[in-house]
């Protein structure tokens, strides 16, 4: 049982970069164009997506061709990521530790019953990493809205305070999902006042009808939610008798994740 799983996000909102940035900003927007790992893309998808113009989308892309960021089909001239990325994207993954959640992540799913998933932010999602709804077939994660999912309300709760933005951009449109979805400001910040005191975030239907997720922080020293933990399943089955038990199992994974993922030095005091 999935929640709502939001469009193929566009490229990040375009910062004021620093001077002679702007050719590397726009090269990187071009590999945000390949996120929904769907088919090759031309000189004018990049161009359309991007809002680049045709010739500037191509002298990127060759450009990053030499790098081997990407690859063009000589057939059909169209690009493709390249092995560059999967390198970069393999070693991110291994420094991040995430190699080592994957088992404790099914050892939760196994005692809840429940799918089970480790995600961070990314923009204005969550995204997935390790876990039941990463695809089998891609590794690819899913992209979850942050107000609407118990992921990001967590993110949002526990914020990186070095984030330009570490809540949603004022003027953020609060995109309804169900009649549960929260679209209003003022009770998102009453929400998530709620999720700190609790130390847990609740979703309840909001994002899609039929499911109830209910999500912890894996926190550093500083207390920003490195990661945040999910377990998700119905209502029917996430039955508000059985929360108790399903959150004492995902506080003692994230206690164990943070052993795993995050430095001595980075980790909590113990209380």
């Known amino acids: 049982m999935a929640e709502a799983v ?4 566009p490229p990040p909102a375009a910062r004021t970069p620093p001077s002679g940035a702007q050719a590397v900003q726009r090269a990187l927007g071009l590999l945000h164009c ?27 892309a060759r450009t990053l061709v030499s790098m081997e960021f990407l690859e063009q089909n000589q057939l ?3 690009y493709r990521l390249g092995p ?5 994207g393999q070693l991110s993954f ?23 998933d480790l995600a961070i932010r990314s923009g204005q999602h969550a995204l997935i990493l390790v876990g039941d709804s990463v695809r089998p077939d891609s590794g690819l994660g899913l992209r979850r809205p942050l ?14 305070p070095a984030d330009p933005v570490p809540g949603l951009p004022a003027g953020h449109p609060l995109r309804s999902f169900t009649a549960r979805t929260i679209v209003d400001p003022a009770q998102l910040a009453a929400e998530l006042d709620r999720v700190r005191q609790a130390g847990h975030a609740l979703n309840d239907r909001e994002s899609a009808d039929g499911v109830r997720t209910v999500a912890v922080p894996v926190l550093d020293a500083e207390g920003q939610a490195r990661f945040a933990l999910a377990v998700r399943s119905t209502p029917e089955r996430l039955t508000a008798e059985r929360l108790p038990e399903a959150l004492r199992e995902a506080h003692g994974c994230a206690a164990a994740l943070r052993v795993l993922l995050l430095p001595p030095d980075q980790r909590p005091r113990p209380q």
């Open 94 to 116: 291994h420094q991040r530790g995430l190699h080592l959640a994957a088992p404790e992540l099914a050892v939760l799913a196994r005692r809840t019953g429940a799918t089970a």
């Open 76 to 78: 059909t001239a169209r």
């Open 84 to 88: 560059a990325v999967a390198e970069l």
């Open 34 to 60: 390949f996120q929904d790992n769907g088919p090759e893309l031309s000189a004018s998808d990049l161009a359309r997506r991007t809002g680049l113009s045709v010739s500037t989308a191509h002298r990127l």
């Open 147 to 160: 107000h609407s999912t118990a992921l990001g309300k967590v993110l949002l709760a526990w914020p990186d």
């Open 6 to 9: 939001a469009a193929t996000p």
